[in-house]
């Protein structure tokens, strides 16, 4: 069974404030993939990051980077000096080996204030 | 840029009609996706198409049919809705899982049953 994790319900900061997403998931899959998307208020999911089990370098995006830790099943997502268009839903997600389904973590609610 | 478009963003509908919601997709995705989405539950996966003609149930089909005739279309049908089926509702759609291609989703559905 898959199980993806997102502690944190809501989170909110103050514009230029650098803001971590937490996302802990459980696969017994050796070859799985690791997303991050993004759902702004008007419902999209726009697709962030892909990552596969077999690389665990982290990445930078601009303002945003990845950190992926097997030993912790870990793959947390920081937003740098974050902006009020940064506030939105993001949701973590998980998908095993060769199997179709895409399993989300419940998503987090992140608002920016200005 | 992948392309996922729904064709209907809000909808109000009464309890017992017949309800269709249709996707279409410009990338030729062989894989195509209806998932709903409700507060605190998060993303669940209604049906799943690999092809044309080709579907599987994902976690709560119940209440629901689908269709794919053609590559780029994937309609949701509700037979005879339901005030519990009010939701939002996503599509998506993806290449064949052999490398854990990416998953493209709509803007969402916004469904309301009366």
């Known amino acids: 069974a898959q199980k993806v994790t997102q502690a944190q319900t809501e989170i909110s900061v103050v514009e230029k404030e650098d803001v971590t997403l937490d996302c802990v998931y459980e696969?017994?899959?050796?070859?799985?993939?690791l997303f991050w998307y993004k759902q702004p208020p008007s419902g999209e999911l726009v697709f962030l990051i892909r990552?596969?089990?077999?690389?665990?370098q982290n990445e930078i995006s601009g303002r945003y980077s990845w950190n992926f830790q097997k030993s912790t099943s870990s793959f947390n997502f920081t937003i740098t000096a974050s902006q009020v268009v940064d506030s939105a839903v993001y949701f973590c997600?998980?998908?095993?080996?060769?199997?179709?389904?895409?399993?989300f973590g419940k998503g987090t609610l992140l608002t920016v204030n200005p | 840029d992948v392309k996922v478009t729904q064709s209907s963003r809000y909808l109000v509908k009464r309890t017992g009609e017949k309800v269709f919601l249709e996707c279409v997709q410009d990338m030729d995705h062989e894989n195509m996706f209806w998932y709903r989405q409700d507060p605190g539950l998060g993303l669940r996966l209604i049906y799943f198409s690999y092809d044309v003609k080709m579907k599987e149930k994902g976690d709560i089909p119940e209440g629901y049919s689908v269709s794919r005739e053609k590559k780029e279309r994937f309609s949701l049908i509700l037979e005879s809705a339901s005030t519990n089926q009010t939701s939002m509702y996503l599509c998506a759609s993806s290449f064949p899982d052999s490398s854990g291609n990416t998953i493209y989703f709509g803007e969402g559905s916004w469904l309301t049953v009366v």
């Open positions: 696969t017994r899959d050796t070859t799985y993939y």
């Open positions: 990552r596969n089990s077999f690389d665990e």
């Open positions: 997600a998980l998908k095993g080996g060769s199997n179709y389904k895409l399993t």
